[in-house]
């Protein structure tokens, strides 16, 4: 009677076990997720960071002519537009700057500070012109308005330029995850594929173990059992059968107390442990 452990376990290398897979694609999976999460963060911000942009340089745009027209109606004899509306629009043209600028990239500043100043000095001329209509004319005017004109153009096109390469970096960032990504993967498919190869290898030693064990318990002259540490009936080898006097599956997963005294018992048991 041999003894033997209560689970049997072939010898698998590290790769072919599940455990060390199973963090790996949860590692992956982590890691695109975080990468994914990373690009739309970027992509998230860059659209707001335009949608910004474009709202204010519209609106200080926008509400700087605004300005300058409630100030000629005004002028022209329009009794319902007072000063001060007259004046609103160019404040909040000013403030809508001012909040970009706060905002804005260091290479935007250049181009912010000159409409800056082109707002300040189209501000100070409406004033003049609103307060000394006779002295200030509406050409002074126009040709102030028309330096915040190529003031904002030129912010938008510096703004459009950083745009551009913002958003090429960011086609850049998304083309190295997914290729970190894809390369992760593919190394991940290969250590599968590798750990597959050797659980087959380990698993045909082990039936190729079991099958000499098999052929010589089956050559022996006398019968043979393999039981557990609590002396129940694990298999029955031998060409001698019938010795048994009964079926072998009758004796599968029985103790040795079901056919031996209580004395015997203990004495098998002792032996086996």
Do not use: C
Not at 10 to 24: F, T
Not at 236 to 254: H, S
């Amino acid at each position: 009677m041999n003894h033997v452990p209560d689970k049997l376990s072939a010898h698998i290398p590290a790769l072919g076990r599940l455990g060390p897979l199973a963090v790996a694609v949860s590692a992956l999976a982590m890691l695109s997720m975080g990468l994914l999460a990373w690009s739309h963060h970027g992509w998230a911000s860059l659209q707001e960071r335009a949608h910004e942009a474009d709202t204010l340089l519209t609106a200080t745009q926008y509400e700087s002519r605004q300005s300058v027209w409630l100030t000629e109606e005004k002028l022209h004899g329009h009794s319902d537009i007072s000063e001060a509306t007259a004046l609103a629009p160019m404040q909040t043209a000013i403030k809508a700057e001012r909040q970009w600028a706060q905002n804005a990239v260091p290479e935007l500043r250049p181009a912010l500070d000159k409409l800056g100043t082109a707002l300040g000095h189209l501000a100070y001329v409406q004033e003049q012109r609103l307060k000394h209509p006779s002295q200030v004319d509406s050409a002074r005017l126009r040709t102030a308005q028309a330096q915040v004109e190529q003031a904002v153009q030129a912010a938008s096109t510096q703004w459009a330029k950083h745009l551009d390469r913002v958003t090429h970096d960011q086609h850049q960032l998304v083309l190295v995850n997914v290729g970190l990504v894809g390369g992760l993967s593919l190394l991940l498919l290969i250590a599968m594929a590798r750990a597959y190869r050797q659980r087959e290898q380990s698993a045909q030693a082990l039936v190729a173990r079991e099958a000499q064990l098999e052929a010589f318990a089956q050559a022996l002259p006398d019968l043979a059992f393999i039981l557990d540490r609590e002396g129940h009936y694990i298999s029955v080898f031998g060409n001698n059968l019938a010795l048994l006097g009964r079926n072998r599956n009758d004796l599968i997963g029985r103790p040795l107390t079901d056919f031996f005294s209580k004395e015997k018992s203990a004495l098998f048991l002792r032996v086996l442990r």
